[in-house]
């Protein structure tokens, strides 16, 4: 395939194309529900997620991204770390096995950053010291499932613009004491109320999108840090609908992160085939 900057809907679309396969009881916000004085049992703190990161400066992080079209069912598994300061992620992103089950793919190495996504290992006819570039504001989903991860940062940017948040309870995730919400996200009104680096991915998914509404979970530690967030995201591909199912685990706080994005002579810029 090519990486396109435009297109029909659903071509961009998806991890589909990273793949290279065919995927195909609580308390209102509004009612006080903060079960102690700690910024993340205070359900307001949902919706300040992307700041309590940027405090937390990095972490590591896990992602996968379910998706369901036409009665497959595939899901992409990605891990590596993330600075919030600067907005840089990397990840080893695995893709599933073809349809047929005869072969697997190599990992595929993503670099996150403002508005472009870099990726190594992507597709056949791209040279192995050289990198994908795309540039996200251009995708019509703005890289919220094309890459088969949701940027982490991202993730948080969106429950700026939670609405009907519920308080579901207590619980231990990993051994962390954490609170789980519930709600749902509007992807217009996240893009204007997101910070500048995020703002412009999350307009061309609010473009791209057939529906702004993104029904989410999100668990915040006790000092209102995204521990976990599950976004369930839902679009037409060629007239089939597609569920995608996004979740980024966050943990080690404070770990050192090292992004570097790669120079321009390293850059591929020639046809990649599947």
């Not at 396969?21 to 205070?42: E, M, N, Y």
């Not at 073809?98 to 990992?107: L, M, V």
């Amino acid at each position: 395939m090519v990486v396109r900057q435009h297109g029909h809907r659903g071509a961009a679309f998806a991890a589909l194309a990273v793949a290279g396969v065919v995927a195909g009881g609580g308390c209102s916000a509004s009612g006080g529900v903060a079960a102690d004085d700690r910024p993340g049992s205070d359900p307001g703190a949902v919706r300040k997620a992307a700041d309590a990161l940027r405090v937390a400066g990095s972490s590591k992080a896990r992602t996968s991204m379910e998706m369901a079209a036409g009665g497959t069912r595939v899901t992409i598994r990605g891990e590596g770390g993330y600075d919030f300061g600067r907005r840089r992620g990397r990840l080893q992103v695995v893709l599933p096995r073809d349809p047929a089950g005869a072969s697997e793919h190599r990992p595929i190495t993503e670099l996150l950053s403002p508005g472009v996504l870099y990726m190594k290992n992507r597709g056949a006819g791209v040279p192995s010291d050289k990198w994908v570039r795309v540039d996200a504001t251009a995708l019509e989903d703005g890289n919220l499932v094309t890459g088969g991860v949701t940027d982490p940062l991202t993730s948080a940017e969106l429950l700026r613009a939670a609405r009907d948040i519920t308080f579901v309870g207590e619980q231990d995730l990993a051994g962390v004491r954490v609170w789980h919400y519930r709600g749902v996200s509007d992807l217009g009104r996240a893009a204007k109320a997101a910070s500048a680096d995020a703002r412009g991915a999350l307009a061309a998914a609010a473009r791209g999108f057939g529906a702004d509404a993104v029904p989410f979970d999100a668990y915040l530690d006790e000092a209102g840090r995204l521990r976990k967030v599950r976004h369930r995201f839902s679009y037409l591909n060629q007239g089939q609908p597609v569920e995608v199912a996004s979740t980024t685990l966050l943990y080690a706080f404070g770990e050192r992160v090292t992004v570097t994005l790669p120079p321009e002579d390293d850059i591929f810029s020639g046809e990649i085939k599947t």
